[in-house]
């Protein structure tokens, strides 16, 4: 287990499509805790691969309820529905935060750490979250499909 660096605005490296994952062996459950420890350490709700470093189909979030970190393999949506207008920042973009319309629900399928098939049904944050994971996957950031004109940089609180 160990934080990883994470990539962040202006490395090419994140407009780049993350290819499928063969196998779900040691080294891919390896990297996934990697994942969820630096998720954790930046106070991240998701992180993908491509973020350390990494073009593989892999993804964490954790909404920091009694679910525990999602750890998905080769994720893709198969459903949405409605919209919501969110706030949504990357820990790619440091305190950076802007307003984009996303769906409230999404079905998604995935293999888990064990290479078995799952299923989600998500709703409100974690659908966010599932969305805004699964296009760092094809290169795609929020600040591309963001309200125009909606992004803000909060200073950090340093009292914490
Ligand atoms: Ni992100």
Redesign the pocket.
């Known amino acids: 287990m160990a934080v990883r660096i994470v990539r962040e605005e202006g490395d090419e490296i994140l407009r780049k499509k993350s290819k499928e994952v063969d196998e779900v062996n040691d080294k891919i459950r390896e990297l996934l805790d990697d994942m969820v420890d630096t998720m954790h350490k930046y106070n991240g709700v ?1 992180l ?1 691969a491509v ?1 350390v470093g990494i073009l593989k189909r892999l993804v964490v979030i954790d909404l920091y309820d009694n679910k525990g970190p999602i750890k998905l393999v080769n994720p893709v949506i198969i459903k949405t529905k409605g919209e919501q207008e969110v706030e949504e920042g ?3 973009f440091p305190n950076q935060y802007a307003k984009m319309i996303r769906p409230t629900e999404v079905v998604a399928e995935a293999l888990d750490e064990n290479g078995k098939k799952i299923k989600i049904k998500a709703k409100g944050l974690l659908a966010q979250a599932i969305c ?2 699964l296009e ?1 996957l094809d290169g795609i950031l ?1 600040i591309d499909n963001m309200i125009p004109n909606t992004l803000q940089y909060v200073e950090p609180d340093k009292s914490e």
Do not use: A, I, V
């Open positions: 998701g993908s973020q990357c820990l790619s805004h994971e760092h929020f």
